[in-house]
Structure formats: structure tokens, C-alpha cells
């Protein structure tokens, strides 16, 4: 019955902040924290996962392409070896910090551009989820539904943490929307939380085009960055609460 409220934090980038982390930490259950390469820095690391720890907030390692100016939504051209090396530094980073911190890594995710491109791809995403099971087979891989990343989790024995990403549309095999779309990203808060109603109700989603299928998931995530997220992150623990589901604290430590 536990639903995992999932956020991206740790978006901002020396004195400039973006979203209120301290209060998101305050609502979710694990966070995904920028490793900076598309967000985030040492100290701002740091914090979020000291705030997590306080909180009883698990912490997680959202990886991406080094695309500051970009923020990691921009797809590069990288040899196979180079993105691998560019995973496995983003995870030590965030490990290291939660160590030192009496926290521990439970989990990561791909960002933006990465990310889309390790769902649509299985070719592409084989070597960096290995990446991951090289770096700790422990570690869950957290992951809009995508059937190239869980087979890939299946042959490295990593645990898949099924997202639900309540504010992107997605298409007809579950994969996430471009944002160059219409309406690929949901600003309506009453929109989004009828589809996390649905989601709990139905098990379902419908998509960009219009077709209801069948998704099942093991959390729901709001992205941090996106204006009125607080307030919509209170609106889906309320929904997630009210269907009988209990958001669960973390008894992590390193």
C-alpha cells in the first residue's frame, strides 16, 4: 500500500536557487538530487541531502548530460565510454556527500535529455544502466515506464522503481512526451491531479493521444522546478493519502 512522492531537488547553482527544496522535503519521500552536471553543486549537494537526512527523506542520484546552460535537456553527442565515465562520477559524487553525511544512496535517475534517450533506446541504455550495477548493485533505478531500462535493470539484477510523472504527458507506450510539444508538460494543477486520481483508481493513464492504457507504479513524481510545485506536491500527497496509499519514511543511514 506504500506510494513513493518523489521530486527532482538540488536545481540551483552557486547563490541561484531554484524551487523550495527545504519545504519539498518536507511533503516527498525520496528526492532525486542534481550531481552537477545539469544542476546543482557541492554545497547545495550537500545541504539537500543533510535536509533529506533530518526528514527522513531518501536520497537519490539524478544524473545527466554536463549541459549547465542547457540544464540537461539538450541531447549531446557523447562516445559510449564518455557518458559511462559521466554516470559512474555523478554517482560517487552524491555517495560520497551522503556518506559523509550519515545518509546513504538508496537509489538514481536519468535527467532530462539522458534520460529520454536511455527510455526510447535500448542499445543506448544498456551500457549506462550496467553503469549503475557496476557502481552498486544495490541501488534501485528510478524511471518513467520504460521497457529499454527495466529489461536492461532485469539483466544487471537492479531493482526498477516505476515512476509516474504527473505533470508530462506521455505517449501510447508510456514513453514521456517531447517538451518542444504542446501541452507536453501539465501546468493545470486540477488536470494533474485527476490523472493521479486515475492512476490510483484505474491503473491507468491517458495519453497524449488520447488512449487510456495500463500503467503500474511504484511512485509518483513532481518535478521541484516547476512554478506552484509546492503546492501541487501537497495536492498529490492529499489525493495519494486520501486513496488509501501511505507515503513511507526513509530509515536510511550509511
Not at 533529506?52 to 562516445?79: K, S
Not at 538508496?106 to 551500457?127: K, Q, Y
Request: negative net charge.
Amino acid at each position: 500500500m506504500d506510494m513513493d512522492l518523489n521530486t527532482d531537488l538540488g536545481e540551483g547553482f552557486g547563490p541561484w536557487r531554484m524551487g523550495d527544496d527545504e519545504a519539498l522535503l518536507g511533503i516527498v519521500s525520496s528526492a532525486n538530487v542534481a550531481c552537477g552536471f545539469h544542476a546543482g553543486d557541492p554545497q547545495i549537494m550537500d545541504r539537500t541531502v543533510r535536509t533529506a537526512l533530518e526528514r527522513g527523506v531518501d536520497v537519490g542520484a539524478h544524473v545527466g548530460f554536463p549541459d549547465l546552460a542547457g540544464f540537461g535537456r539538450r541531447p549531446l553527442q557523447m562516445d559510449t565510454r564518455e557518458l559511462v565515465a559521466a554516470v559512474i562520477y555523478q554517482l560517487g559524487a552524491l555517495a560520497g556527500i551522503a556518506r559523509t553525511a550519515g545518509h546513504r544512496m538508496t537509489h538514481m535517475s536519468f535527467h532530462g535529455a539522458l534520460g529520454n534517450m536511455a527510455a526510447a533506446d535500448a542499445e543506448f541504455a544498456a551500457p549506462l544502466v550496467r553503469a549503475v550495477a557496476d557502481f552498486d548493485a544495490s541501488l534501485t533505478i528510478s524511471s518513467s515506464a520504460s521497457r529499454a531500462i527495466e529489461d536492461a535493470a532485469e539483466r544487471c539484477g537492479l531493482r526498477i522503481r516505476t515512476t509516474f510523472l504527473a505533470d508530462r504527458a506521455c505517449d501510447d507506450s508510456g514513453l514521456l512526451i517531447p517538451r518542444k510539444l504542446p501541452d507536453s508538460v501539465i501546468h493545470d494543477p486540477e488536470q494533474v491531479l485527476a490523472r493521479v486520481r486515475q492512476l490510483l483508481e484505474e491503473g491507468t493513464v491517458t495519453t497524449y493521444g488520447g488512449h487510456k492504457i495500463p500503467m503500474r507504479v511504484h511512485s509518483i513524481l513532481v518535478h521541484g522546478d516547476t512554478p506552484g510545485a509546492l503546492a501541487l506536491a501537497r495536492g498529490v500527497r492529499e489525493v495519494v493519502e486520501a486513496h488509501g496509499r501511505v507515503v513511507p519514511i526513509s530509515h536510511q543511514t550509511a
